[in-house]
């Protein structure tokens, strides 16, 4: 089986596969702060008794601390199940829940004011941009795809001045909708600008 999470935003969601890659079960919660206390529970429901011999989870971007507790909830089941474990795009996640087949723009709040906002073909689900951690002004002029979701949606297309704006959060439900190369990242943080703190050095 194949058990997915994410927490890079303001949903908890996990998700448990049979080797069919059927979905059978899943828990979707809005949550917004507090990803660390409700995440293991709610895996623990989802699996309900079971294990799983493979891993997929959200690596970003994101919530910078949503992020490193679902990584880090990760490393701990790989290592008591000594199973796979796999990072997936949470943007490329997002632009899954869509729904739709023309181009969907992901948008999600960052720090600073900022967006991360990449472009998905939403047939493939494949990315038709790289990836930006941009003002929403700048963002604007980044963006073609008519159709953007995410939380940040609303500030981009109130920026262009057109399009549609969805709201949605991603479900790990989707997971495995994504292609291949989106789901077989590394196991670690997806950065789409270097953190605000420095290490200092000694001089």
Known sequence: MLLAFDTSSAACTAALFDEAGECIARRDEVIGRGHAERLVPMIAEVLDGRSASRILVGVGPGSFTGIRVAIAAAHGLTIGWKAELLGMNSLALLAAGAGSHEPVAAAVMGG?????????DGRTLLPTSELHNVPPSEAAGLTSARLVVGSGAKL???????????????????????PEAL??????????????????VAA
Do not use: C, M, T
Not at 112 to 118: M, N, T
């Open 112 to 120: 600073h004011g900022e967006l991360f906002v990449q472009e998905f």
């Open 156 to 178: 981009l297309v109130s920026a262009r001045g057109w399009g549609e704006a969805r709201e949605i959060l991603p479900s790990a439900a989707n997971g495995l909708k994504l």
């Open 183 to 200: 789901r077989s990242l590394p196991s670690k943080p997806v950065y789409a600008r270097a953190p605000d703190a420095r290490v200092s």
